[in-house]
């Protein structure tokens, strides 16, 4: 494996296990968020299984993009960015490990975590196998078109919601092919047609998406 | 009077002092708990609509009971020891925390266990219900940023302010949360006021709950003399007590 | 705009790292033009002058972080654009900022560092030892003083192999103790044959040493 | 007026003008969020409308919450923070006056923008004075405990979602009584119980939470 | 676990500022004791030490920020935890971090901080002025160099009113001729009566200046 990659990768796994809290916080921020929806709209589960999928899939989008603030972050501003671009090493593959940690520790628990969510929001039966293999794939293309946000906007410092507001429309195809799947699978459809069309997605994303970031990084530190 | 308290509120007093106790509150639990649970599980008749899976109710109900005391417990600690800057208080907030979540969470788990045999689902938004889960938030949150801090001194001062801005809250999160609830009227099953249960029924439960009290006292004991070991690990009497075993202490 | 009395003429020689006729603009404004410098291995640069002058701009330059100037800067002969990989596992930049991440250690920083970097053979818990960190390896560096976080930064040039060392006032923070096993350090380095250029505003007596002096840019605004 | 409120209220402002993207930033994730809405769950106005009160609010306790993290995290990093702090001057009211910016520059547009959101989202007419009154006082209230819980992940650093968790259980009664008054307003009931609980929480919450947080942030210098 | 010659005998005597037997802890383990000076108005008192030795940990004591500590700081002989407010109102505090919002310039900031403090008269562009800023007034402290954004903080020595200056390394970054101007500047400072608190691993060359020297603590971790 490419050196550059392994020692990111581990690295910045470390850095989220020494933050232990923060590991588990996009999670609980899933979990509380929704849980917000039925004080604000209706108690009533037949309501709630109906507006589930959407719910669900909107919800599990903004946890993931979030988290996004402090991808590069921290390491912008302790020069850590500027040091590890001027390496001898292919920038591609650092991106991509952080990208892949960062999917790790937010989309990977996500996915796995809201069959839970969905049960309490009384999504029909049908629809949870859908549900996790949709949020599997679609919280990784979120990481990593949410990385191009996050190197774009890195000089920009951290006030502000910009980079929500850069990375929300590259989310909308996603969201659409997440939610709708698991609308399918609950009215009895077959589900692989918007799945594969994920699949999709991602390849095409976790190819494009590592090199830009790369280039908005190398413009980041130009300032 | 003040000396008492401030004997009362050093550690090490306290201590000493529970080692003796301890042991007799833990027979008790004991003996409580085990009574209620052969008498509830055993002895009490069947309900005549939920057949045996009622039976949950002995764990449910008094770790419901102990969730909520548990959160005014830890608060109460918390103003002690910002207030009047007690190590001792200290100790028992941050012990009191993952305890009381951890009732929370029994009495959740056993809660959504239950509502699948009696509502067909795990989880409806019922407002008791709701307000257990906010009350789960409020725990997780005072854990979470008592641990995140690592400065010891700083932690358990951030931990106690959200303890007390949450105490100023909890009344108000359920009565917002009853009202949320009644508004709305939902067509499925209520979570009905205390059903006039019949009297066999009743009597383990109470027992239950005196047990659970008795077993939250033990665990806040147990941890809190943990804490003060971890604390005073460099005082002199703490070495003694691990090192030379002079000390008859259990 | 700045003068320069680092071997200009010598440039026809051609020395491992050269600078030709450097010239910044930010923002349209011209900082510093008519850079010259040609090093050998174990010789040394300063870059000196006011703040504001350009000191870090021109190091950034050189690290290949800061880009478009005018000029050639060549390594070997070469110019750096066409050689990048090959010329930047050379070098060693240390700048401003540490280049720690906060929530771990000296040692898990410098772990991750020297993975990274191509590095000698003296290890880990060594190089704290020699920045007189040993005793604080397992501290996160959030919890570190000024002068102990640029230590641990420091820490990276007792493992790595590169020969050209880049430093952005790396005596800033240090002790006096401190400054006096930086400066053995930089001197080794050169005995070794590498190539060290840095920033500072402390006089370094060192014998041999080049300089650049920059001179106070801004005239109008 | 106190000195040190109108310092820092001034200087704040001046702050939030000078990052002019950012002053649009809460308003346009309020924007963004609300388009994502009927895409991940149904285009159909009858469906909106009903879950419309409901999802405005919120969403609108998400863009207040998100720009939080901002509050105080600046002042902290370059040390002005720990300088203000031994000021001779109450911080009570520095700290309010940061408050009230971030109240002005995410609360007060995200109130005044909900109306059209309302209309995007075919809340019904009968909503959206409740609407706007509702998001006006409880935008300061989520303001001002935001602000605690702000203070008091202050020294943990930019990362996780620590923040959420912390003040979204405080959150939740103006939620409940937000989103219920405009659903109250739509069925033709007076509004006048839950808007005036919200202006009492209001009141409750601008005597306690400067308090709480300038304890917190008084804490947060201490490491 | 510190020595000290900082007129430890005197403090019978009381000074202005006096600091005494403090002792501080830092997570359980101590990091130093009997601290002991005393200071008149003019005096001006160097807090010297290796890296990580605790100064910038005194320093913040003194000014209140950090507690709680042992011993006793007074202020005109009052215990300054008793007259807190009216002790700040004398105090200056210039940390390691230089208390600027970054994108405002340098003369905003000043702005804000000069209303804050109570201030002399002199104006903000003069400030700006003997700090060498005037040409980047107006420029966000964001696109500053390392030492001019020093500068920026150090302008409100300038316009500050308060007797008691409080500063942590005040020369890291400085060019020369900056270094100078800050010494002429606190000397000014004391030949008005005013008393100064700095951290510095400079040789500062004042006559009179009390030390206090701080030796590393750290022995087992
Ligand atoms: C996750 C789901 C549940 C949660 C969070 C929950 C929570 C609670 C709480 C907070 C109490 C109140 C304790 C007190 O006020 O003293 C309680 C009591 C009680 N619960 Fe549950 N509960 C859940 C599910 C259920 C189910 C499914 C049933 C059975 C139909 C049930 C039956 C009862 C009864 C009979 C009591 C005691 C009587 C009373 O005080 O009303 N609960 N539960
Ligand atoms: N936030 C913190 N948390 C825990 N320990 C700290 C923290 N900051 C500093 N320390 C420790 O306290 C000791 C004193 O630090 P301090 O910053 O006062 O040193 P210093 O004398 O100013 O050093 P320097 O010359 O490097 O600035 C150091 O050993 C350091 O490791
Ligand atoms: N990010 C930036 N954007 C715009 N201008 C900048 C930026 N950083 C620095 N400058 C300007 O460029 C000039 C050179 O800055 P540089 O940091 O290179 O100076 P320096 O010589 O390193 O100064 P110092 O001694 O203070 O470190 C300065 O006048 C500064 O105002
Ligand atoms: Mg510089
Ligand atoms: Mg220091």
Redesign the interface.
């Known amino acids: 494996m490419n050196t550059g990659f392994m020692v990111i990768f581990r690295r910045d796994l470390l850095v989220a296990i020494r933050h232990r809290g923060d590991l588990a916080n996009p999670v609980i921020f899933f979990f509380i968020v929704i849980v917000l929806v039925p004080l604000g709209l209706t108690p009533e589960s037949s309501k709630l299984s109906e507006i589930a999928p959407g719910i669900l899939w909107v919800m599990a989008l903004l946890a993931s993009l979030l988290s996004l603030d402090s991808l590069f972050q921290n390491d912008y501003d302790d020069g850590t960015l500027e040091q590890i671009i001027i390496l001898p090493q292919p920038l591609y593959f650092m991106v991509l490990a952080k990208i892949i940690v960062h999917w790790l520790v937010t989309g990977l628990p996500l996915s796995l975590l809201a069959p839970i969510l969905g049960m309490m929001l009384s999504l029909p039966d049908a629809g949870y196998p859908a549900l996790v293999l949709s949020l599997l794939m679609g919280t990784a293309i979120l990481s990593l078109l949410g990385a191009v946000g996050a190197a774009l906007t890195l000089p920009l410092g951290k006030e502000g919601l910009l980079l929500p507001l850069i990375v929300m429309p590259l989310y909308m195809p996603v969201l659409i092919f997440g939610a709708n799947s698991v609308q399918l699978a609950i009215n009895g459809f077959s589900v692989i047609g918007p799945l594969a069309t994920i699949g999709s997605l991602l390849a095409l994303s976790l190819i494009v998406a590592p090199y830009v970031t790369a280039g908005a990084l190398r413009l980041s530190i130009q300032g | 009077m003040w000396q008492w308290f401030h004997r009362l509120a050093s550690p090490r007093w306290f201590y000493q002092a529970s080692g003796k106790f301890l042991p007799w509150i833990s027979m008790l639990g004991l003996f409580f708990i085990s009574l209620g649970l052969v008498w509830g599980l055993g002895f009490a008749p069947q309900d005549a609509k939920q057949g045996n899976s009622f039976r949950i109710i002995y764990i449910h109900v008094p770790s419901s009971f102990l969730a909520l005391v548990g959160y005014y417990i830890m608060a109460a600690a918390g103003a002690i020891a910002i207030i009047w800057k007690i190590k001792l208080a200290d100790m028992v907030m941050k012990a009191a925390a993952p305890i009381g979540a951890a009732f929370t969470f029994v009495a959740l788990l056993t809660g959504a266990i239950w509502g699948k045999p009696t509502w067909g689902t795990y989880w409806i938004w019922d407002a008791r219900i709701t307000s257990m889960l906010i009350l789960f938030f409020l725990y997780l949150g005072v854990i979470i940023l008592q641990s995140s801090y690592e400065h010891k001194g700083l932690s358990s001062k951030a931990a106690a302010l959200l303890a007390l801005v949450g105490t100023v809250n909890i009344p108000i999160i359920y009565k917002s949360v009853d009202w949320w609830y009644t508004l709305h009227q939902p067509a499925t099953i209520r979570f009905t006021e205390a059903p006039s249960m019949h009297p066999d029924m009743f009597q383990p439960l109470l027992v239950m709950i005196v047990g659970f009290y008795f077993l939250y006292a033990i665990a806040l004991v147990a941890s809190i003399r943990v804490e003060i070991l971890h604390r005073e690990r460099r005082t002199k009497w703490v070495q003694d007590l691990v090192f030379t075993n002079k000390n008859n202490d259990p | 705009m700045s003068d320069t009395n680092a071997f200009a003429s010598n440039s026809s020689l051609m020395g491992i790292l050269t600078l030709r006729d450097i010239e910044f603009h930010r923002n349209e404004n011209l900082l510093f033009s008519g850079i010259n410098a040609s090093l050998e291995f174990g010789d040394i640069l300063q870059i000196e002058?006011?703040?504001?002058s350009g000191k870090?701009t021109l190091l950034?330059l050189i690290?290949?972080?800061?880009?478009p100037y005018l000029g050639e800067i060549t390594w070997q002969g070469e110019n750096v654009t066409y050689i990048?990989?090959?010329?930047?596992?050379n070098?060693l930049?240390?700048?401003?900022?540490?280049?720690?991440?906060?929530?771990?250690s000296a040692e898990?920083n410098l772990i991750?560092w020297r993975?990274?970097?191509k590095s000698n053979s003296l290890s880990d818990s060594d190089a704290l030892k020699r920045t007189?960190l040993i005793?604080?390896k397992s501290i996160?560096c959030?919890?570190?003083?000024?002068?102990?976080v640029?230590?641990a930064a420091l820490a990276r040039l007792h493992v790595a192999e590169a020969k050209l060392w880049i430093l952005d006032?790396p005596f800033?923070?240090?002790?006096?103790?401190?400054?006096r096993e930086l400066k053995i350090l930089i001197l080794d380095h050169l005995n070794r044959g590498g190539i060290v250029v840095l920033s500072t505003?402390h006089d370094l007596e060192i014998k041999n040493m080049k300089r650049i002096s920059l001179v106070s840019s801004?005239q109008a605004?």
């Open positions: 002058g006011p703040n504001g870090t950034r690290t290949m972080a800061l880009s990048r990989e090959r010329y930047l596992k070098v930049f240390l700048g401003h900022q540490p280049g720690l991440n906060e929530s771990l898990e991750w993975r990274l970097n007189g005793k604080y996160a959030s919890h570190l003083s000024a002068g102990q640029r230590r006032e800033s923070a240090l002790d006096k103790e401190g400054s505003h801004r605004c």
